[in-house]
C-alpha cells in the first residue's frame, strides 16, 4: 500500500490545494510515491482539533503513514477580548494539545515523521485592509440590488459585525508566545519543525508579499511553507522512494507484460 | 469512511496537482467531504495502463469510491511511425480498452460515477516550438559548460533525437477517432463523459491559450477540465455532501463537545 503524508491544520492547510498552494505542490512532487491527505479544518484551534483526532488518525489502521504535519496556532492565537475570544487556547494549553496529538499519532505509527509549523506572523494592518475592501465589495453589491436604504444601514451593520478586523494579537506580542512553544515541543520530542514566524519575517515586505489578507497565504506565502517542508521531508528520503509503477520509457513495446512483473509481482 | 474521487490518466492527469492544476481544483473544492487520489501515469496509453487496473482499484477494496475519470488517449494516438510507436494503440483497442476499465470499476464499485474525458486537441506547432525552445536551453547550458565542439555537436545530436516533435497525428486527424470513439463508447455504457476536443477548439487561440507546449495544459487549460468534471460531479450531488466535521462556527465555545457528539457519535 501507498504511503501517506497527512496534513493536518487549520484553514491555511484546508486552502493548502488553491492554486499555488503547498499542500497541492507536495502532492504533485511525490506524485506516483506517497498520497498527500488534505484535513484541514478551517477556524479550528487544537483544542477543538482534539475532538476528531481519533478518527482522523484511528489507531490501528492498515495505512503507512510516512509523515504528518501538525499546522495549528492561528485561531489558538486569538486575543481574549471580542469575537476570538471562542476560538482562544491560553499557551499551555496550546502545547499540552500539540503533544497529546503527536503522542497519539506515534502510538499508531511510531516510524511516521512527524513535524511542527508555526502559525505565520500576523500583519493587523493586512487584515484591517481586507475586511474593509470585503465591506465595500458587498456594500456595492448590496446598492446594486436597490434595498431600501434602511435595510442596506441595517445589512452593513451586521456585516460589519460580522466581518470586522479578527480580534487577534495587536502587533506580534501573543503570537512570539505560540511560535517558540510550538517550536520548543519539536525540539523536546526530537521532532522536525518549521518556525514559519520568523522565516517569512527575515524578508522585507513579507506582510504584503507573503500574505494576501494579513493572515492567510499568497502563492509566494505557499512556496515558503512548501519549501520549508521539502526540505525536511527529503532529508528524511521521500524524494528517493520509487515510483509505484514503471516510467513509460523502461516498458518494452513488444513486451510491455515485463516491465510490470518486475515492479508488481502480483501482475 | 470518507468517499474518493480518483483521478486516472496519463501525464495530463499527473500533471494535475501543479499550480493552476484541474485535479488540485477539486481537491479543494471537495475538502472536507471528498478525498481526491492521482493515479495519473506519464507516457502510459490504455494498454500499459492496464496492467496497473487491479492494484489502482483493488474488488474487495473497503474504500467508497465516489467517481473515477479515466483520461487517455494523448499516447494511444501517437503515430504509427517513428519514437511514438511504442506508444501507439490502435482506436479498436483503445476503445475496448477503455470498456475493461469502466468494468473492472463498475464490478468492484457499481455506484461510482466513471468519467470519460477524451484527450485535448493536440497542436503540432505548438509541439514543435516546445522541443525547438528545450533544445536551445540544453544548447546554451552545454556551451555554457565549454565542452569540446565535437562532444557539443554529438550530444546536440542525441538531444534532438530525443526531443524532437513528437511523432503524433500530423494535424488533428487521428486524433479525430480517438475522441467519438471515447464519447460513443461512453454513450453506449450510459456514463457521463467531457468531450474536451471539442469544447477546447471552441475558444479562438486555444492552441496557445490552453496548451503550455501543444498537448499538455496552461491554467486556463487545466479550468476547462475542472469547470467541465465540476459540472457533472455537481450533477451527481458532489457539492452537497456534508462536511466531515462541524463548521467552526457551529462549535459552542463552552461546550465544543456538543458539536462534535451530533456530527461524529463515535467521539
Given at each position: 500500500m501507498?504511503?501517506q ?6 484553514s491555511?492547510t484546508?486552502?493548502s490545494?488553491?492554486s499555488g498552494g503547498?499542500?497541492?505542490a507536495?502532492a ?12 484541514g479544518?478551517?477556524?479550528y484551534?487544537t ?6 483526532l481519533?478518527q482522523i488518525f484511528?489507531?490501528?489502521?492498515a ?8 499546522f ?9 477580548e ?5 476560538q482562544?487556547?491560553p499557551?499551555?494549553?496550546y ?6 496529538m503527536v503522542?497519539?499519532i506515534?502510538?499508531?505509527s511510531p516510524n511516521a515523521?512527524?513535524v511542527?509549523i ?7 494592518e493586512?487584515r484591517?485592509?481586507?475586511a474593509?475592501?470585503?465591506l465595500?465589495?458587498l456594500?456595492t453589491?448590496l446598492l ?8 442596506v444601514?441595517?445589512?452593513g ?5 460580522a ?18 512553544s510550538s517550536?520548543f515541543l519539536?525540539?523536546e520530542l526530537?521532532?522536525?519543525s518549521?518556525?514559519?514566524?520568523s ?19 499568497t502563492?509566494?506565502g505557499n ?6 517542508v521539502?526540505k ?7 524524494s ?14 513488444e513486451?510491455?507484460e515485463?516491465?510490470?512483473l518486475q515492479h508488481?509481482p502480483?501482475?
Open positions: 501507498r504511503p503524508i497527512v496534513l493536518f491544520g487549520d491555511i484546508q486552502q490545494f488553491r503547498w499542500g497541492a507536495l504533485d512532487i511525490y506524485s506516483r510515491k506517497v498520497d498527500v491527505v488534505l484535513r479544518y478551517s477556524g484551534n483544542r477543538w482539533a482534539l475532538f476528531i481519533n484511528p489507531l490501528g489502521s495505512k503507512p503513514l510516512a509523515a504528518v504535519t501538525i495549528f496556532g492561528a485561531n489558538d492565537a486569538a486575543r481574549l471580542g469575537t476570538g475570544k471562542r482562544h487556547v499557551v499551555e494549553e502545547k499540552d494539545n500539540l503533544r497529546k503522542q497519539h506515534k502510538s499508531g515523521l512527524v511542527l508555526t502559525p505565520p506572523p500576523i500583519d493587523v493586512g484591517r485592509e481586507y474593509r475592501s470585503v465595500v465589495h456594500f453589491r446594486d440590488a436597490k434595498l431600501e436604504p434602511s435595510s444601514i441595517l445589512f451593520k451586521c456585516l460589519y459585525m466581518i470586522r478586523p479578527r480580534k487577534r494579537l495587536i502587533g506580534q506580542t501573543k503570537q512570539l508566545v505560540y511560535t517558540p517550536v519539536a525540539n526530537g521532532l522536525p518549521v518556525d514559519l514566524w522565516k517569512m519575517q527575515e524578508t522585507d515586505g513579507w506582510q504584503k508579499k507573503f500574505l494576501s489578507d494579513g493572515l492567510h497565504l502563492p509566494e512556496a515558503v511553507v512548501f519549501s520549508e521539502v525536511i521531508f527529503d532529508k528524511a528520503g521521500f528517493d522512494l520509487p515510483y509505484d509503477f514503471p516510467s513509460h520509457s523502461d516498458i518494452d513495446a513486451h510491455p515485463k516491465a510490470f508488481c502480483a501482475v
